[in-house]
C-alpha cells in the first residue's frame, strides 16, 4: 500500500486508518520536533502533489479488503508532511464520507486554514485537529521554522474563522518544547489565542519521539500540568509518560511493523499498542528486522527507537 497504512491504535481515535497525500515529505514548516525528518519541500503551494484518483482507489481497496478482526474506526488524513497542501484533500474527504459511514479525522498544522479553499475542503471531515504551538511570532519562527509565506497573524486568524464557521469537532495540538515556547509570556500570548479560536478542546504535547533537532527537548508532566491549568476550556494531556508495558494479544508481523517504522518511529511498546501486539513476538521480530538491516535503533530520552533504515 502506498497511500494508506494500519489501522493503527491511535490513543486519541480509536483503530485508525492512516492516509498520507504526499508521497515525499512535503510541508509549509519544518518544525524542530517533526519526527518525520528535514523538510526538503517547505513551500505553501497547493497541488495535487500524488494522483488523488490513486488515493481514492487505494482507499476503496483498503474499503473492500476490511477484516472483521480490524475494523477501521476513523480514516486519519494524516503523514508525510502538511496534507492541506494537497489540492485534492476536498475530494478524497467526500470519497470517503460516500463510501463509508466512519468519521474522517484531518491532522494539519493550520497554517492553510486562513485559505476559504482549504477551510471549504475540511467542513466534510468529522475531526479536525490543527497545531498551534506558538502564539509569539519569535518562538513560533523558532519552532515550527516556517516557509516565508506563512504570518503568525494569518495563521491565528484562520484558525478563528475555520472554527467559527467549522461544525465537527475542533481539537487544537500546542506541543510544548522546553526553552523554546515555554516561558509565562508564551503561555500567556496562547491562552489569548486559544480564547480567540474557542476549540472544542485543545490536546497539550510535548517532545515524545527523537526530534529533528536533538536541541528540541521535552519539558515535564508536571510542567505540562501547569500549562494545562492556565489555558482555558478543556485540556487535555496526550503524551504517554508512563513507560508501563501493556499486554497485548496478537503475534508480530514483521512486514506489518516495517510498515509502521516507515512512517516514523517507534518504541517496542508503541508498535505493540499501534498493532495489538504481543511484546514478546514484536521484541524477537524487532531484534529479526535489524540483524538483517531493515531497521535501525536510536536512542532518545532513555528510551529505544526503531526506524526503518
Ligand atoms: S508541521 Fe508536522 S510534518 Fe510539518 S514539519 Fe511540523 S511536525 Fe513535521
Not at 60 to 72: E, L
Not at 91 to 112: F, M, Q, R, W
Not at 176 to 188: A, R
Not at 217 to 235: C, D, F
Request: charged share 25%; hydrophobic share 35%; proline share 6%.
Amino acid at each position: 500500500m502506498k497511500y494508506t497504512f494500519g489501522p493503527v491504535n491511535s490513543r486519541r481515535l480509536g483503530l485508525s486508518l492512516g492516509i498520507d497525500l504526499l508521497a515525499d515529505k512535503t510541508c509549509s514548516f519544518n518544525c524542530i520536533y517533526c519526527e518525520i525528518g528535514a523538510s526538503p519541500r517547505v513551500t505553501c503551494d497547493r497541488k495535487e502533489y500524488t494522483p488523488t484518483a490513486e488515493i481514492i482507489a487505494e482507499i476503496d481497496r483498503v474499503i473492500r479488503n476490511q477484516s472483521g478482526s480490524k475494523p477501521i474506526d476513523v480514516f486519519t488524513v494524516t503523514g508525510n508532511g502538511e496534507p492541506t497542501l494537497h489540492s485534492g484533500l476536498g475530494k478524497i474527504i467526500h470519497h470517503i464520507k460516500e463510501k463509508t459511514d466512519k468519521p474522517v479525522a484531518v491532522l494539519t498544522n493550520g497554517s492553510l486554514l486562513h485559505r476559504a479553499d482549504v477551510r471549504k475542503d475540511l467542513f466534510e471531515a468529522d475531526i479536525v485537529i490543527p497545531s498551534l504551538d506558538a502564539a509569539l511570532e519569535g518562538s513560533f519562527r523558532k519552532i515550527n521554522r516556517p516557509a516565508p509565506c506563512n504570518t503568525l497573524g494569518e495563521i491565528i486568524e484562520g484558525l478563528v474563522v475555520f472554527s467559527q464557521e467549522f461544525t465537527g469537532k475542533l481539537w487544537l495540538e500546542i506541543l510544548i518544547v522546553k526553552g523554546i515556547n515555554d516561558t509565562p509570556e508564551d503561555i500567556l500570548a496562547l491562552q489569548k489565542a486559544v480564547t480567540k479560536i474557542k476549540p472544542d478542546m485543545v490536546q497539550l504535547n510535548t517532545v515524545a519521539r527523537p526530534p529533528l533537532e536533538k536541541y528540541a527537548h521535552p519539558v515535564s508532566q508536571k510542567e505540562l500540568e501547569h500549562i494545562a491549568e492556565e489555558l482555558p476550556g478543556k485540556v487535555e494531556i496526550i503524551v504517554d509518560f508512563s513507560q508501563k508495558k501493556k499486554e497485548h494479544t496478537r503475534n508480530a508481523n514483521e512486514p506489518e511493523i516495517l510498515h509502521v517504522l516507515q512512517r516514523r518511529p517507534c518504541t517496542a511498546s508503541d508498535i505493540c499498542e499501534a498493532l495489538n501486539l504481543d511484546t514478546d513476538s514484536t521484541e524477537k521480530a524487532l531484534l529479526h528486522l535489524e540483524r538483517s538491516g531493515s531497521i535501525t535503533k536510536t536512542e532518545h530520552q532513555g528510551r529505544k527507537y526503531y526506524s526503518a533504515s
